[in-house]
């Protein structure tokens, strides 16, 4: 079983829906876990970061961790065609005082207008 | 404020050669970490520097590969002897503690 599970889509919605991306994860050292946003042949962008549980918003773009269930969701309000994309979750223990990050295989996301 | 700056963005080698991948940090980042990429998979962690250390290298490969980030210049991955296996996405990731914003990469080819 992997550390970090996440369904690899594709997922195809049509513009204005809303999106929820998800992993599930098995060690429960975990405490920070960060999603990205990769476009095809470039590099991952950091989208949002969280610590432990609890929600956290930035403009159309919510992270949730629930660490009792070991899940963690990405929401994407009013998708575009420009939010399509590969999306990555990653995830820490900080053991050591550094991340050492595991990630999800990745979402492939398709907004179509 | 520049972001993490990877080069070559490409490079290709034929099976033997060296490879040499370059990662500038963010400034005033201190942390580099490396990821490999594979085609069809997510990345994978491979080692972690701070200036003049390698902190954990637990992802590296035992042989053909090794990291250094100097007190001047860029941190720099290694391969020897490529094979056709390391054929792949390599980025770079700095960070000033937690979080970690990633380069562009250096996609690998070896013929």
């Known amino acids: 079983q992997k550390e970090v599970e996440q369904d690899p889509g594709p997922l195809s919605v049509p513009e204005g829906a809303i999106v929820s991306l998800n992993c599930t994860y098995s060690?429960?050292?975990?405490?920070?876990f960060m999603w990205y946003r990769q476009y095809s042949r470039k590099g991952p962008e950091l989208l949002m970061y969280t610590y432990s549980s609890g929600n956290k918003e930035d403009g159309r773009f919510t992270a949730q961790v629930d660490k009792s269930s070991k899940y963690i969701s990405l929401f994407i309000r009013d998708s575009q065609p420009s939010d399509s994309a590969t999306y990555l979750c990653?995830?820490?223990?900080?053991?050591?005082?550094?991340?050492?990050?595991?990630f999800g295989a990745g979402t492939r996301l398709a907004v179509h207008p | 404020n520049a972001g993490v700056m990877q080069n070559p963005r490409h490079l290709v080698r034929r099976r033997g050669q060296e490879a040499r991948l370059r990662c500038s940090p963010m400034k005033g980042h201190s942390h580099v970490y490396w990821y490999r990429q594979l085609p069809e998979e997510g990345l994978k962690f491979m080692v972690y520097l701070q200036k003049e250390n390698i902190i954990d290298e637990s992802g590296m490969p035992k042989e053909r590969f090794s990291a250094e980030f100097p007190k001047e210049g860029p941190s720099i991955l290694r391969i020897q002897q490529v094979v056709r296996g390391d054929s792949a996405a390599y980025f770079c990731?700095?960070?000033?503690?937690?979080?970690?914003?990633f380069g562009p990469g250096t996609r690998l080819t070896v013929t």
């Open positions: 060690n429960s050292a975990f405490q920070y």
């Open positions: 990731a700095s960070s000033p503690t937690t979080e970690q914003y």
């Open positions: 990653a995830m820490s223990p900080f053991s050591g005082g550094y991340n050492k990050l595991i």
